[in-house]
């Protein structure tokens, strides 16, 4: 029997967060309620492992591992380090809003590492098994996490409808990536690319392109498949909703650059006018539909939708430069995100969640500080200059324009002009009104660090964007 | 007619039998046993197929826990059927037309499939398909596997971590503790002096 032992040295980033979690789950069946920040604290420590070893193992070039079906390469531990960084903030703004309302189980911790792994490994999936499993793991740990307030009815539906839409994904997702196994009798990525670029391209392949984009885009969120957004954003603990709205973005890029760049880049002036189509629309509904909203989760799930659209923007105009852009503002909206329902996080105490808008009401004299910190996100999601988001708005449209596309480059900038009203009525609010509710911001060491450091680094990345341009575009080049 | 046909065709007889029974019999426990009754004989048609993997996992999966399963659900939860029974004739055309479009897609499968391409060969007596498939699940998909075994994992925790919850007003026994009952803890002797009977 001829049998080489696999190169598992690729994968030891993968293989140590999933022994963590296994760890972690066995050791927080002896703990008490009192010891259980040791659960927090090991789930922590995985993370900054996981980052050790991707750092340090890190190389230039691709390497494929377990029969093709994995690949290592720049992109992917770039990606994956961010994977790791929004999810240690993730777990470190949680932890006091989890403390206060029962939630803080061993279960959001081991269920958020098995989404880290879900996320590694559709980052660095080469195969369409892959890719699926790792998304299918990822899907499953947060309907499981947006359903474990389980005595809330707004929490019950949320997963509901979470698990319904995102199964109906997954289904479409498998048809096509079944019809394309069908018309080139592979499932590895870079021998469907082969096969779709010698042979004649039937009807078939395009038939399937048209599912594995609507799988893809049901994922990011992208309007007419963003139904799911507002609703699982809004009645999600909070909590969960800052762990969705953040690191799976990457991921989902992720798998759309494996999919569609990696494995059908021949079929790419079909799938360049699927995703014309979505990110307009997606720019539309986000933009317009977020003016209406009274609810700042609500409101931020429409903004992802617009922030998706222009992530798609970068990737369609199919240059390698693109690709870079769509990847720097996927991490840059990652960031910006993380900070903005980290703050609905702070606002929110023991049985009162910072919800609507109106909370946001005279923030400046609650917390003058903290009202500095929300006007960097909402200036760097808007697009002002001198903020992270600025950067990354520009770098796309410049691709795009690059790319011949000024029209949509217009119609981007027309949007993002519109989407900017919601933005700055947060501002407004925060230094113009009077506060309805006087209480001071509650004490929380970590979090207040945590937070403040996350809008320092919005408007630091933003006058020096430089650094993690040079990374992004070094990773494709 | 060689000894293979007639296995074929005695246990093709039964599942054909089994099947129709299973959709006629009124009592849903009996339609049940005629569906593993049905299992078994297509996992002997697997067999003779040399398919001894497949055999195996239908009469395991199948036979063993799914319609064990099946079989709980029946009898737990008492369905009267002579509601489900009715309208027979109504929902009659819509059953056939159905049964004919898989007929024709069957059809047109199998024979475009097999016009062109030969029987595939037989292997020796020494070949075993359990062994090539877990050769194949063990080094080429090794990696594939193993994240479907994370999977369930997942599920196990997810599904446990939304259904567990201490109620403590629910009464329950205690399995320990009636076993380390003793006597004095349940009877208690009482002297009492006899009754006189005039």
């Known amino acids: 029997m001829d049998f080489a032992i696999p190169n598992y040295q690729v994968a030891i980033p993968e293989m140590f967060i999933l022994a963590m979690a296994c760890i972690i789950l066995l050791v927080d069946l002896f703990l008490t309620e009192r010891t259980r920040s040791v659960t927090y604290l090991l789930s922590q420590s995985a993370l900054l492992g996981a980052a050790v070893l991707t750092l340090t193992t890190f190389s230039e070039g691709s390497q494929l591992a377990f029969s093709d079906t994995f690949v290592r390469d720049a992109k992917g531990d770039v990606l994956k380090a961010f994977i790791y960084l929004s999810t240690f903030m993730v777990f470190l703004y949680a932890r006091s809003y989890l403390q206060v309302r029962n939630l803080f189980k061993g279960e959001f911790y081991v269920l958020g590492l098995f989404a880290v792994l879900g996320m590694m490994v559709m980052v660095s999936a080469h195969n369409l098994l892959t890719v699926y499993l790792g998304l299918e793991l990822l899907s499953l740990a947060l309907y499981a996490m947006v359903a474990l307030q389980r005595d809330s009815i707004f929490a019950s539906e949320a997963a509901m409808k979470y698990f319904i839409l995102g199964a109906l994904a997954s289904g479409m997702l498998l048809y096509g990536m079944s019809m394309l196994y069908g018309a080139s009798g592979s499932l590895d990525l870079s021998e469907i690319s082969r096969q779709i670029t010698t042979n004649q391209m039937s009807l078939v392949t395009v038939f399937a392109l048209v599912f594995i984009v609507v799988g893809v885009a049901f994922k990011l969120g992208a309007v007419p498949f963003h139904m799911w957004v507002p609703d699982v954003y809004q009645g999600a603990p909070t909590a969960v909703t800052l762990f969705i709205a953040s690191a799976p973005k990457i991921a989902a890029f992720a798998m759309m650059i494996r999919l569609l760049v990696d494995g059908l880049s021949g079929l790419q002036s079909h799938w360049q006018d699927m995703l014309i189509i979505l990110s307009v629309l997606s720019l539309a509904v986000g933009n317009l539909f977020a003016i209406a909203q009274t609810n700042i989760k609500r409101m931020l799930a429409y903004s992802t939708i617009s922030h998706m659209g222009f992530l798609m923007l970068g990737v369609l105009t199919g240059s390698s430069e693109g690709y870079a852009a769509a990847m720097f503002y996927t991490i840059s909206y990652t960031l910006m995100s993380l900070a903005a329902f980290g703050m609905v996080v702070l606002l929110s105490r023991t049985g009162f969640e910072a919800e609507r808008i109106d909370d946001f009401k005279g923030l400046n004299e609650r917390s003058p500080w903290f009202a500095l910190v929300m006007m960097f996100v909402m200036f760097s999601m808007a697009g002002v200059p001198v903020f992270l988001g600025f950067w990354a708005k520009l770098f796309v449209l410049k691709e795009l324009v690059h790319a011949g596309m000024t029209w949509l480059a217009i119609v981007a900038v027309i949007f993002s002009v519109i989407g900017v009203f919601y933005y700055l009525r947060i501002i407004k609010l925060m230094y113009f009104d009077k506060a309805e509710d006087k209480s001071p911001i509650e004490k929380n060491l970590d979090l207040h660090f945590a937070l403040s450091l996350n809008g320092v680094g919005i408007l630091a990345m933003g006058i020096l964007p430089g650094s993690l341009m040079a990374l992004c575009i070094s990773v494709f080049v | ?198």
Do not use: C
């Open chain 2, 1 to 198: 007619m060689g000894f293979e046909q007639i296995v074929f065709y005695v246990f093709s007889a039964t599942l054909l039998f089994a099947g129709t029974m299973v959709i006629t019999v009124r009592n849903p426990v009996h339609a049940a046993m005629f569906l593993v009754l049905a299992f078994f004989s297509s996992s002997a048609l697997w067999l003779l197929l040399e398919a001894e993997f497949l055999a195996i996992v239908l009469v395991l999966v199948y036979v063993g826990a799914v319609m064990v399963l099946f079989l709980f659900v029946v009898m737990m939860l008492d369905i009267n059927l002579i509601p489900l029974r009715e309208g027979f004739m109504r929902y009659l055309p819509v059953g056939v037309m159905i049964a004919l479009v898989v007929i024709a897609m069957m059809a047109y499968v199998v024979g475009s499939e097999f016009s062109g391409h030969s029987i595939p060969a037989r292997h020796g007596a020494d070949y075993n398909n359990i062994a090539e498939l877990g050769r194949i699940l063990y080094t080429d998909y090794v990696y594939p596997f193993e994240l479907a075994a994370v999977i369930l994992l997942v599920a196990i925790i997810a599904a446990i971590s939304l259904t567990l919850r201490r109620r403590p007003m629910v009464k329950h026994q205690d399995p320990d503790a009636q076993v380390k009952v003793k006597k004095e803890d349940r009877l208690r002797v009482v002297k009492m002096d006899a009754e006189k009977n005039n």
